[in-house]
Each structure stands twice: as C-alpha cells, then as structure tokens.
C-alpha cells in the first residue's frame, strides 16, 4: 500500500478509534445501559486501535521499546501500585467505617431499640425496596436510601438491602406482593414482611413481626347474614381480606353459634355488618372475651337496611350499657356528600381526632354510605377510655325520622334529629386489661365497593392493626427534637438581604478586581 | 517542603491579580446569593402553611452544583499557562521537584477556593439570624467539611487535566467532562449487583457526599476523596515528570 493512503488510512482509524471512546464514555453515563450502541461505539474503538497498529507495525514496536517506553513502563508499573494501595484502603474503610452523626436531632442514628433488635436477628435480614424510577417517588427513594443505609451500618452485617424497579422486574414485584410504588418488603429465609411506611419505628417494627411469625388471627363473624370474606362481588370483604393477609395476619370466619366460644388464637373479631341482630349468648361470649382483653372491631349498619325490624339488638344495647358507646337509631344525612356526591346519604368523615388509628390519614376523607351515628358517653364504661374517631362537617345531622328517608323529604328537626358534626366512629381501650374496641355505624365502607374510596382501606386496615395491638410491637425512645422555626423577616430585612447578596458582595468582588487591574496597569 | 510552601504562597497571590478569578468568583457569588434569596422566599412562604425552618442545605445544595463548573475554570490555568508561556522549562531547571510543583499548584488554588468558601459562610451566617434558636450546626459543620473535602479533589483533578495539555481551553473542557462522568456514573439500570455494579457505584462522587450533606461524617466518604485527591495529585506528578524527557 502506498505510503500516503497508509497514512490517511492511520489518521481515519486513530481518530475513528478516540471519537469512539469517548462516545462509549457519554452514552454509558447518560443511558446506563450496556446496549447494541455501548457494544458498536466500544468495538469501533478496539478496530480502530488495531487498524492503527497493523498499518505500520514498525512504529508501534519503536514505541514499546524505547527509551520513552522503558520509562513509561516504569511509571505505569509505579501508577498501578499506588492505585492497588487507594483500591485496598477505601475497601477496608468500606468495610469497617465509622460514623459521626452530627444532626442535633441525632436524626440520622438509629434508637436503641433498633439496634437491639438488629443485634437479635436470628439470620441475614434483606429488605427488598420497590421503586420505579418515576420522578414522583425519588425523593422517598433517597430517604429510603439513607434510613436502609443506617439499618446496614448497624446492622453488623446481617442487615442488607436491595433497590428493585417493579417495571424492570415484575417477578419479584409480584412474589412479594407488593401493590404500591415505593414499598418494602423484609425477607428472613422464606418469611416475609411487608412494611407499612418507610420510617424508623416502621421498619424495626416489621423486623419484630418477622421474627415473630406466629399467627396472628382475624375472625370474621359468620351467621348473621354478614358478607362473606370470599368471593369477587361488590358486596363482600375480599380486598380487605387479602390486604390483611398481605400483612401475615390469617382471616377466618367465626360462627360463633355453632361453636358456641371464642377461638384462643383470636387477636381480633370483627363484627362486619349484621344483618340479623346477635343473640345474647354470643353477646356475653364477647363481652368475657373482651374482658380478658380481647380486642373486637365492630361494624353495624342503620336500621333500614337490615333485617332487624322491631326486634332488640344486644350487640347495640350492650355496647351502650357496658362500654358507654351508643349507636344512634338514626341516619346520617351529610351537606358534604350531597353536594359532592348528590348523595346525601353518603356521610363524609371530614375530621379525625388525634390517634394512632388516623395519624396517617391526615388528608384523606373517608366515606360511609348510609351510616348511624356512633357516640362515645363517658359516664357509662368508665374503665374504657373513648375517642369519637371521626366526625362529619358542622351541616350534617342524624335523621331519626325514617319515612322522611324513604319520602326524600328530609329535613333537619330540632329536638329529634341529632345535631352535626356527627361522630361516625368511636375507639375504646380499657388500660388495665388491655382490651381495645372500634365501633363504626357502618359496614359499607369495607366493602369491595367502597374499599378503595380515598382513606377507606387505610382506616379498616389501621383499625384492625390498631386492635391486634400491632402498633405495640416496638416502642422506640422518642429523640428529642429541636423545634425551629422561621422567623418571619420584615419587608426591609428581605430587601437587605436581596441587596447584600445580589449587589454588595458581588460587588466587592468587582471593585477589588477593578482596582488590582488598575494597580497592575499602573506598575507597568 | 518549603518549596511547596512557595510555589503555593505565588499561586495563591497570582489568582487576586489574575482577572479570571476575579470574573468566576463574581459570578459564582452573584448566583449563590441569588439562589440564597429564592429558597428564603419560597421558605417563607412555606412556613406560613407549617412549621417549618429552613437547614444550611438550601445554601450548600446550589453551592455544590456551582462548585462542579467553577472548578474546571479556576484551575485551567495552573501549569497549562506555565506551558504555554514556556516558563515551565524554569521551573523544571529549578532545584524543585516534580511533586513539590505539583503540590504546590494544588495547594495554591485549594487556598484560593477555601478563602471563596469561607466567603459564602455569610449566608449561614445570615440564615442563623432567621431562624430560631438557629440553624443546625451539625449539618453546617458537616457540609462545609464535605465541601472542602470535595473542593480539594476537583482542584486535584484539575492540575492534573492542567499538566496534560498546553490548551486552557481543552483542559478547561476534559477537566470539566471528567467531573461530570465522575457526578453520573452509575451502574447500568440491568445491572444484577456483582463486583462491577458496586464499584460504579462506589466512584460516584455526589453520592459520597450525601452523608456530608445530612449531617453525618462517614470515615468511608472521608477516605474516597483523600483518595481522589492523592490520586489526581500523583498522576500529575507522573505527567510532570514525563514531560521532562520531551
């Protein structure tokens, strides 16, 4: 080959060769990825090297074995060492590193109790973290991130976590079950553990719970004509169903007429919308096994839309007589659902009280389709403490006059009606036995049809963990927060500080520039 | 050692009288204290709704970003000027080391960029006045270390892209490229976790300073970009040294 093509030839496959690798370097940090392009781009390189080398191999060889190769080959050698040294040393702090935490919250270190329990772990923890790379997740990521990283720290080794993008692999989305982007499920062998919420208390929580994995027990009563925890209908407590058991709780059903006694393994019973009225051995059952400590959730609808009739309710009448919670014979019509929904009958839950049960549910309404009024009366049960849960907005009422129901003439009457806010719900806890009680006016809401209304399966769910005592598990030592706050800056110190930053300190700078210009044009 | 001292103590006055420095430094603090008073209006606002305070993060977030791109413009110059006017060839003659010139050079400009940081300390500074009882020293004590820690191996990166080439430009734009590979490597998205996923991992810069930035000192972050910085420094020297035999 002539001389001069050669050349060309070198040039073309030299420079060939750098543009693509440093097009393999920009696609690799921008894509991530190691695709067909990545494969070209890094090909073309190691051709065009070779073409280099094969044109005029006489070159190359001056060039590995001169005087510059010698010394080159020296530096690489001494190069390589020192960069075996930094490898072997940042391994080492890797592995063995301490940390400082500086915060004065002590934000960013573990409580004690964590530690205590991480040091517990009978075997390697993994905890499985679930987000997509969406923009709406990523500053919970980084959170998740971070909270991971102290658990491994402190974990001593039987801690470890990974991140997986369900839309990337969907097997393992699948296989723990997870149904929300930016979950995270605790792995210990084959048990698993689904967190609730990406905090500290959470998470230790959920390590507890898998270490413990005996059953935790939910009996759905049966033979009342309640609806069933199986089967796909709008009418039955499936989606609730299997939200629990995604949460390692079993569900089961209870007839209690039939058995005729509160299972042992029973951590709670829920009374999901009779509609025949109990009979008053099953009520005395219940009321010795709540005495015991036993913990019920108790879900009764209006009248009307049952099939009590005139007959006596002795769930209703007991809770009012024993436990100081009444169920009002009354509907709930709502100003917020009918002009919402057009539906009023359909009663919003539009303030909550302070409690572990809401303490999630901060914004979200919840919403009860044709519900009784559910009041708390202190001087009645007074062994159990009471909060009325939930409550409507001020222009509700609780409508006893049933025909006006049925004539769509409703109005509110003075004297009969019950005046609004209207509490929908009541919590009870007895603190010497332990006992805890949820009653809701009604079973609608749990239903499949209403499940997914905005707070709806937040609040049954958080009910029934609150009741199974779930949220007992671990008690970690609150740390002492500093409270700080904003002081509002005047108008005139917003415009000191706008003049400061924007016009004095860079103009200092100027000026100072300026005048070690004009010095040194001065010196000559 | 003394001639470290001297080479770095030339450097460090020659950047007051270079009007570069003066330009960046202008810039540089002009943005910050225009991303300054932003955050404080949107903080403002959003204390009305909750109680809330804003932390040091708010200064130090855009000052990192800032920090990535000043760099490559404040040290450009360091031995690619010396190059290029051919007072390199002096300096090679003198009874200095390689090492100690590069040093030097480093220390030079990591002065400079201390004296820059320590001028935005006002708005820290600031930032306590408006906050009550005052912002979280912990988080500043840590950030700014984190920062100086940072600053200290992108200036090394930079004399070190600075001995390679005689073009300020070329080297203002390669050391600029490398920091930014340096700020976005990642492991591939498909990756599975094996030996090469943790070390792309492990040389992401940012990430090992998130622990800074939340108030946490991590000997691991520490010891990365000691690292990086000695690294960076010693294949400058190599750099040096090979061009002697040119």
Same mark, same amino acid.
């Given at each position: 080959?002539?001389?001069?093509?050669?050349?060309?030839?070198?040039?073309?496959?030299?420079?060939?060769?750098?543009?693509?690798?440093?097009?393999?370097?920009?696609?690799?940090?921008?894509?991530?990825?190691?695709?067909?392009?990545?494969?070209?781009?890094?090909?073309?390189?190691?051709?065009?090297?070779?073409?280099?080398?094969?044109?005029?191999?006489?070159?190359?060889?001056?060039?590995?074995?001169?005087?510059?190769?010698?010394?080159?080959?020296?530096?690489?050698?001494?190069?390589?060492?020192?960069?075996?040294?930094?490898?072997?040393?940042?391994?080492?702090?890797?592995?063995?590193?301490?940390?400082?935490?500086?915060?004065?919250?002590?934000?960013?270190?573990?409580?004690?109790?964590?530690?205590?329990?991480?040091?517990?772990?009978?075997?390697?923890?993994?905890?499985?973290?679930?987000?997509?790379?969406?923009?709406?997740?990523?500053?919970?990521?980084?959170?998740?991130?971070?909270?991971?990283?102290?658990?491994?720290?402190?974990?001593?080794?039987?801690?470890?976590?990974?991140?997986?993008?369900?839309?990337?692999?969907?097997?393992?989305?699948?296989?723990?079950?997870?149904?929300?982007?930016?979950?995270?499920?605790?792995?210990?062998?084959?048990?698993?553990?689904?967190?609730?919420?990406?905090?500290?208390?959470?998470?230790?929580?959920?390590?507890?719970?898998?270490?413990?994995?005996?059953?935790?027990?939910?009996?759905?009563?049966?033979?009342?004509?309640?609806?069933?925890?199986?089967?796909?209908?709008?009418?039955?407590?499936?989606?609730?169903?299997?939200?629990?058991?995604?949460?390692?709780?079993?569900? &089961? /059903?209870?007839? @209690?007429?039939? !058995?005729?006694? *509160?299972?042992?393994?029973?951590? %709670?019973? $829920?009374? +999901?919308?009779?509609?025949?009225?109990?009979?008053?051995?099953?009520?005395?059952?219940?009321?010795?096994?709540?005495?015991?400590?036993?913990?019920?959730?108790?879900?009764?609808?209006?009248?009307?839309?049952?099939?009590?009739?005139?007959?006596?309710?002795? &769930? /209703?009448?007991? @809770?009012?007589? !024993?436990?100081? *919670?009444?169920?009002?014979?009354? %509907?709930? $019509?709502? +100003?917020?659902?009918?002009?919402?929904?057009?539906?009023?009958?359909?009663?919003?839950?539009?303030?909550?009280?302070?409690?572990?049960?809401?303490?999630?549910?901060?914004?979200?309404?919840?919403?009860?389709?044709?519900?009784?009024?559910?009041?708390?009366?202190?001087?009645?049960?007074?062994?159990?403490?009471?909060?009325?849960?939930?409550?409507?907005?001020?222009?509700?009422?609780?409508?006893?006059?049933?025909?006006?129901?049925?004539?769509?003439?409703?109005?509110?009457?003075?004297?009969?009606?019950?005046?609004?806010?209207?509490?929908?719900?009541?919590?009870?806890?007895?603190?010497?036995?332990?006992?805890?009680?949820?009653?809701?006016?009604?079973?609608?809401?749990?239903?499949?049809?209403?499940?997914?209304?905005?707070?709806?399966?937040?609040?049954?769910?958080?009910?029934?963990?609150?009741?199974?005592?779930?949220?007992?598990?671990?008690?970690?030592?609150?740390?002492?927060?500093?409270?700080?706050?904003?002081?509002?800056?005047?108008?005139?110190?917003?415009?000191?500080?706008?003049?400061?930053?924007?016009?004095?300190?860079?103009?200092?700078?100027?000026?100072?520039?300026?005048?070690?210009?004009?010095?040194?044009?001065?010196?000559? | 050692?003394?001639?470290?001292?001297?080479?770095?103590?030339?450097?460090?006055?020659?950047?007051?009288?270079?009007?570069?420095?003066?330009?960046?430094?202008?810039?540089?603090?002009?943005?910050?204290?225009?991303?300054?008073?932003?955050?404080?209006?949107?903080?403002?606002?959003?204390?009305?709704?909750?109680?809330?305070?804003?932390?040091?993060?708010?200064?130090?977030?855009?000052?990192?970003?800032?920090?990535?791109?000043?760099?490559?413009?404040?040290?450009?110059?360091?031995?690619?000027?010396?190059?290029?006017?051919?007072?390199?060839?002096?300096?090679?003659?003198?009874?200095?080391?390689?090492?100690?010139?590069?040093?030097?050079?480093?220390?030079?400009?990591?002065?400079?960029?201390?004296?820059?940081?320590?001028?935005?300390?006002?708005?820290?500074?600031?930032?306590?006045?408006?906050?009550?009882?005052?912002?979280?020293?912990?988080?500043?004590?840590?950030?700014?270390?984190?920062?100086?820690?940072?600053?200290?191996?992108?200036?090394?990166?930079?004399?070190?892209?600075?001995?390679?080439?005689?073009?300020?430009?070329?080297?203002?734009?390669?050391?600029?490229?490398?920091?930014?590979?340096?700020?976005?490597?990642?492991?591939?998205?498909?990756?599975?976790?094996?030996?090469?996923?943790?070390?792309?991992?492990?040389?992401?810069?940012?990430?090992?300073?998130?622990?800074?930035?939340?108030?946490?000192?991590?000997?691991?972050?520490?010891?990365?970009?000691?690292?990086?910085?000695?690294?960076?420094?010693?294949?400058?020297?190599?750099?040096?040294?090979?061009?002697?035999?040119?």
């Amino acid at each position: 080959m002539e001389t001069n093509t050669r050349r060309i030839f070198r040039w073309t496959a030299i420079i060939v060769s750098i543009v693509a690798l440093v097009v393999t370097f920009v696609l690799y940090t921008l894509q991530h990825q190691w695709n067909l392009y990545l494969q070209i781009s890094l090909g073309l390189f190691v051709i065009g090297l070779a073409v280099y080398v094969v044109l005029d191999p006489d070159e190359i060889r001056k060039l590995l074995t001169g005087r510059q190769a010698r010394y080159g080959s020296n530096a690489l050698i001494i190069t390589l060492a020192f960069l075996g040294i930094l490898v072997v040393v940042n391994y080492l702090a890797y592995k063995n590193t301490k940390r400082w935490d500086l915060t004065a919250d002590q934000s960013n270190t573990l409580a004690k109790e964590t530690v205590d329990v991480l040091k517990s772990l009978p075997g390697k923890v993994v905890a499985k973290a679930f987000f997509t790379s969406d923009s709406s997740v990523a500053s919970s990521k980084d959170s998740a991130k971070s909270l991971l990283d102290q658990y491994v720290y402190d974990g001593n080794g039987k801690f470890q976590y990974q991140f997986i993008d369900p839309n990337k692999d969907p097997v393992a989305a699948q296989q723990a079950g997870i149904n929300k982007d930016g979950s995270i499920v605790l792995f210990l062998g084959d048990a698993k553990q689904p967190v609730s919420s990406i905090t500290e208390s959470d998470l230790t929580g959920a390590m507890v719970r898998l270490m413990n994995p005996g059953a935790h027990v939910i009996y759905f009563l049966t033979g009342h004509g309640e609806y069933a925890i199986e089967g796909a209908t709008d009418q039955s407590y499936t989606q609730l169903a299997n939200a629990l058991e995604s949460k390692n709780y079993k569900v &089961l /059903a209870l007839n @209690l007429l039939a !058995t005729n006694q *509160i299972p042992d393994d029973a951590s %709670v019973i $829920v009374i +999901a919308g009779p509609k025949k009225p109990l009979a008053e051995a099953e009520v005395s059952l219940l009321d010795g096994y709540i005495k015991k400590g036993g913990s019920v959730v108790v879900m009764e609808d209006p009248a009307f839309e049952t099939q009590f009739g005139d007959s006596p309710d002795p &769930l /209703a009448a007991d @809770l009012a007589t !024993t436990y100081g *919670i009444n169920l009002g014979n009354n %509907v709930v $019509v709502d +100003a917020y659902g009918n002009q919402a929904f057009q539906n009023y009958l359909f009663a919003i839950g539009y303030k909550y009280a302070s409690h572990a049960i809401t303490q999630k549910l901060s914004t979200m309404v919840t919403g009860f389709q044709s519900a009784r009024s559910v009041t708390a009366d202190s001087t009645v049960g007074s062994d159990y403490s009471k909060t009325q849960l939930i409550l409507t907005v001020d222009q509700s009422w609780g409508e006893t006059d049933m025909s006006s129901i049925q004539n769509n003439t409703v109005k509110y009457d003075q004297g009969t009606d019950m005046a609004g806010p209207i509490s929908l719900a009541v919590v009870a806890q007895n603190s010497s036995t332990k006992a805890r009680l949820v009653v809701f006016g009604d079973s609608d809401f749990a239903t499949n049809a209403y499940y997914g209304f905005y707070g709806n399966s937040d609040i049954i769910v958080n009910s029934i963990d609150w009741a199974a005592k779930e949220e007992n598990l671990i008690n970690l030592t609150a740390k002492t927060t500093v409270n700080r706050s904003l002081v509002q800056p005047k108008a005139y110190t917003m415009g000191l500080i706008l003049l400061g930053s924007l016009v004095i300190l860079p103009g200092i700078i100027l000026v100072s520039g300026v005048g070690s210009w004009i010095a040194r044009r001065r010196q000559g | 050692m003394r001639n470290v001292w001297i080479i770095a103590r030339r450097e460090y006055k020659l950047f007051f009288i270079s009007p570069i420095a003066y330009v960046v430094a202008f810039f540089f603090m002009i943005l910050l204290g225009w991303f300054f008073y932003s955050a404080l209006r949107d903080a403002i606002i959003q204390s009305t709704y909750q109680a809330y305070a804003p932390t040091v993060q708010i200064i130090i977030s855009p000052l990192v970003t800032l920090l990535l791109f000043v760099m490559p413009a404040i040290t450009m110059r360091s031995i690619a000027e010396e190059m290029r006017m051919g007072t390199m060839e002096l300096l090679l003659t003198a009874p200095v080391k390689d090492w100690e010139l590069v040093v030097g050079k480093w220390l030079g400009a990591f002065l400079f960029m201390l004296t820059l940081l320590a001028v935005t300390m006002i708005f820290p500074l600031v930032l306590n006045f408006l906050v009550n009882p005052g912002i979280d020293q912990g988080i500043f004590l840590s950030g700014y270390l984190g920062l100086v820690l940072m600053v200290a191996s992108l200036v090394a990166i930079g004399v070190f892209i600075s001995s390679l080439f005689n073009s300020q430009v070329v080297v203002f734009l390669l050391s600029l490229a490398i920091v930014l590979v340096f700020w976005l490597v990642r492991p591939a998205s498909s990756s599975t976790g094996g030996l090469g996923t943790q070390i792309l991992t492990y040389m992401n810069f940012i990430d090992h300073y998130m622990n800074f930035y939340q108030g946490t000192i991590d000997l691991s972050d520490i010891v990365y970009y000691l690292s990086l910085t000695s690294l960076a420094l010693f294949l400058g020297t190599i750099s040096v040294e090979i061009r002697r035999w040119r």
